[in-house]
Structure formats: structure tokens, C-alpha cells
């Protein structure tokens, strides 16, 4: 991802810590295509970055500036994979991480924060309940809070999905870009990067239209772009299988809800069962062993195309953001999903 450097927050290329992240394949789909009698379909494979997921962008690039900065105590609340990617940069950095996730976190998120040397505190809550717990202590304890929206540079990494897609698309961008949401640096850093691209004059005036997909037991911001509302309320009783999606409510919240609006774009809730339903056909027809997440994309393209949201015509782009490996604690022993 460090080829975008000149439009990165870093001068000096010799201090970045890096593990080798971004410039992932965005493969053409088309059996899924056919399935849904659409014309050309993507799928941007995060699941081969450093640690499996899209989040190793934002920490790439957030280690390299806290340490960069004089930062020597990290910490971060994290659903599972952030914490991971945190732990892999701060190990390589020699920085200390400490990290909080939920207890119920998939164990493949914390046995790798472990073994990569960081301090992990288990809550007995979700992602929000370890935001506040790193909040409480970071002053007593002297940790740099890297929690989503809280520091600049995670953003800033996340740009890199977006010029990415265009380059890999031939300097344009697809007509929807379909994207599993949590706290949503993924969604924020890629339309942050679309509006800089076209200030830069790199690609033309279309934009995607953005779709926002969440878990039904966790939709914080489908419920509130449905109401109309410029903030989403607290989630109660957050609860889904695909552990990145288990957001209650999100700092950044109140910019997602405006991207949705100002892209023409909408948010759309799916049951467990249908994203490892969808997950499942992935892995069979595309080859890809994508993460619940991923098989929610799926699923909410099927509705929008029912929907007549998405036209045949339309150019579609799922993220798949992680990989499957991190969540066989899923599947019983003849590897069904229980
Ligand atoms: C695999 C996966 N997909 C999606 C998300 C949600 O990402 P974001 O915080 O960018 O909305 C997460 C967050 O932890 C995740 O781990």
C-alpha cells in the first residue's frame, strides 16, 4: 500500500512499518455474476493482508506514525482483527500493545494477539466496553489510544482500499461498492480517498454508490439510515457470528450515515444463517475462503438486485475484508455452521 506514499501522511519511506500490506487481487466474480444474472462483479480479497485482514492497512500505517510520533505504549479495544493487526506492527516496530477484545472473541483473534507478544485484557462486554476501559487508563497508564476515529492515521491507511479499486479498475470506480460495517474506517477511508482522487484529478466525476451491510443482530446504522437519522442509537444485546460486525454504535457513526446519503447509497441488515449461507457459495464458486463478513456482502447483493436497487448493468464490488481461518471455531466437526 506504500506505493501511495506521496498521498500518505509520510515523507520518509525508511520509517515505515510494514509487513508487506495492501495491493490485494480484486478478482472478477463471474460465477457469481451469473448466479445473479449480473454483468461484471468483483471481489476485493482483503484476507491475504499481513495477519488476514483489511485492518492491517490502518495499523500499518498508525504504528508507523505513533512510533514515528514517540509513542511507546499502544492500546486498542478491538472486535478481533484490529487487535491482531496491532499486535503483528507493534511486535514489529518494538513498541508494547495492549490490546482489549471481547471475551467471547473468535480464539484464532486472540491466541495471535498473544503469541504476537501483546497484552490482552478479556472484557466481559463488547467492543465499546473495551473502548471505555482503554480510555479510563490510558493517561494513568501512558497509552497512545488507537482506537477507530480517535487518532488520525488509521483513515489514512484505509484510503488505500479506495485508490486501490480505481487503479485496479483502470482509474475508474465501480457503480456500488457492497461493505461489511463495523466501526467504519473501511467505508470512511475509502470515500475519503475517492474525494482526494478526484480533486486530484486521477479519476473522472462518477462516484459508487455506497452500501453499508451489518449483521441483523448488531445494525446500528441500517437502523438509523432507515429513520433517517444523522446519528445511530445504541445497539442492545449485540449479537452475530461475524464478530467484525459487532459494533454497537460507532464513533464515527454520523460520517457513514452522510457517505450512505450523499452516494445514493443505502445499509441493509442479514441474518446470520444467509451470510454463512453466502459465505459458503463463495468458497464453492469463487474459490475464496472468505469470512462471515465477506458472505454478507453476498447476501446483501442478492436483495438489492431483488430490490432492483442494483440494475444488471451495474458494476458491482463485494469487500471480502478477512479470512475464514479466523473463524472455525464456527463449524462443528463434519463442518457445518453451528
Ligand atoms: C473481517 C471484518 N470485516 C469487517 C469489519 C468492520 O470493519 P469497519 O470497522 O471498517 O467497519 C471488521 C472489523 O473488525 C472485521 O474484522
Request: with cysteine; glycine share 10%; hydrophobic share 40%.
Amino acid at each position: 500500500m506504500w506505493r501511495y506514499n506521496q498521498v500518505l501522511p509520510i515523507n520518509n519511506m525508511d520509517e515505515i512499518v510494514s509487513l508487506g500490506e495492501g495491493l490485494t487481487p480484486l478478482i472478477e466474480s463471474k460465477n457469481v455474476a451469473s448466479l445473479l444474472d449480473q454483468g461484471r462483479v468483483w471481489i476485493k480479497d482483503e484476507s491475504s493482508n499481513p495477519t488476514g485482514s483489511f485492518k492491517a492497512r490502518g495499523l500499518s500505517l498508525a504504528v508507523t506514525m505513533a512510533k514515528l510520533l514517540g509513542a511507546k505504549k499502544l492500546a486498542i479495544p478491538s472486535a478481533g482483527n484490529a487487535g491482531g493487526a496491532l499486535a503483528a506492527y507493534a511486535a514489529r516496530a518494538g513498541l508494547e500493545a495492549h490490546i482489549f477484545l471481547p471475551r467471547d472473541v473468535p480464539p484464532a483473534n486472540r491466541i495471535e494477539c498473544e503469541k504476537l507478544g501483546a497484552k490482552v485484557t478479556l472484557i466481559d462486554g463488547l467492543i465499546n466496553d473495551c473502548g471505555r476501559m482503554v480510555g479510563e487508563n490510558a493517561k494513568k497508564e501512558q497509552w497512545f489510544d488507537l482506537s477507530t476515529l480517535k487518532e488520525p492515521y488509521r483513515i489514512e491507511g484505509k484510503k488505500t482500499l479506495g485508490f486501490e479499486l480505481a487503479e485496479q479498475l483502470g482509474w475508474r470506480l465501480p457503480d456500488v461498492i457492497i461493505y461489511p460495517t463495523g466501526g467504519g474506517t473501511g467505508l470512511i477511508g475509502m470515500w475519503k480517498a475517492f474525494l482526494e482522487m478526484q480533486n486530484l484529478g486521477w479519476i473522472g466525476p462518477k462516484l459508487p454508490r455506497m452500501v453499508s451491510v451489518q449483521a441483523e443482530g448488531c445494525s446500528p446504522i441500517v437502523d438509523a439510515f432507515k429513520r433517517n437519522l444523522s446519528q445511530s442509537l445504541i445497539w442492545e444485546q449485540a449479537s452475530t457470528c461475524a464478530a467484525g460486525l459487532r459494533v454497537p454504535q460507532a464513533i464515527g457513526d454520523f460520517i457513514m450515515l452522510k457517505i450512505l446519503k450523499d452516494s445514493n447509497g443505502t445499509a441493509i441488515g442479514v441474518s446470520d444463517d444467509e451470510m454463512m449461507r453466502d459465505a459458503q457459495i463463495i468458497m464453492e464458486l469463487e474459490g475464496l475462503f472468505v469470512c462471515p463478513e465477506g458472505g454478507a456482502t453476498l447476501t446483501a447483493f442478492k436483495k438489492l438486485v431483488d430490490s432492483k436497487f442494483i440494475k444488471p448493468e451495474d458494476e458491482v464490488v463485494l469487500f471480502n475484508t478477512g479470512s475464514g481461518l479466523k473463524y472455525l471455531h464456527l463449524f462443528n466437526n463434519k463442518g457445518e455452521f453451528s
